[in-house]
């Protein structure tokens, strides 16, 4: 039994017909080939034509599934703000509060957790030029990024030489297919 599926059984009668006449018995001349070749490129743009109607078909439906989710999370967002709003003027109004009232910074209860957490100081880059400037005017370190260049990578590999952490791919031929849009 051939691992190939059953062509006839996935086709329309006309192309049944056509596929029948593809026997292994014949040797066609070039043009009869052109002509198989170029029914089986009709078939494939056919095919791929329907599967950019069926992107564009999801595609809208998914638009109007997201907008529903946003209208309905918008929504729930609001809802959640405003239970955070009541849960916050339960407890207390900062941290060493919060800790006096509870013996520790956080409170776990079955449905969730809430309290206070500690955040180190932290620097936040506005303006890099500006920065770096006054880093190199103030002695600070500065980091620099190091990369390999793959153009001169290629050409050392392709005179010969040999070398870690990288490999060349050769250049090969690829079978494509393309359709026109008809």
Avoid at 29 to 34: C, R, S
Avoid at 103 to 117: A, D, H, I, S
Avoid at 122 to 140: F, H, Q, S, Y
Avoid at 144 to 167: C, P
Wanted: charged share 35%; proline share 4%; glycine share 6%.
């Amino acid at each position: 039994m051939s691992d190939q599926p059953d062509i006839f059984g996935l086709v329309e009668e006309d192309e049944r017909e056509f596929l029948a006449t593809m026997g292994p018995d014949e040797a066609p001349t070039l043009a009869e080939v052109d002509s198989r070749l170029d029914w089986l490129l009709e078939r494939i743009a056919k095919r791929r034509k329907q599967v950019a109607e069926n992107d564009a078909v999801a595609k809208a439906r998914l638009l109007q599934i997201e907008d529903w989710r946003q209208g309905e999370n918008l929504k729930l967002e609001r809802s959640i703000e405003w239970f955070q709003s009541q849960l916050r003027q339960l407890v207390p109004i900062d941290a060493q509060a919060f800790e006096a009232s509870y013996g520790q910074r956080t409170r776990r209860l079955p449905f969730g957790t809430f309290g206070y957490k500690k955040h180190p100081p932290k620097v936040e880059i506005t303006d890099e030029e500006r920065a770096l400037a006054w880093a190199k005017a103030n002695g600070c370190e500065i980091k620099v990024k190091e990369t390999v260049s793959k153009t001169a990578l290629r050409a050392e590999l392709e005179a010969g030489k040999v070398g870690d952490g990288f490999e060349l791919i050769t250049s090969y031929d690829e079978f494509y297919i393309k359709t026109e849009a008809k």
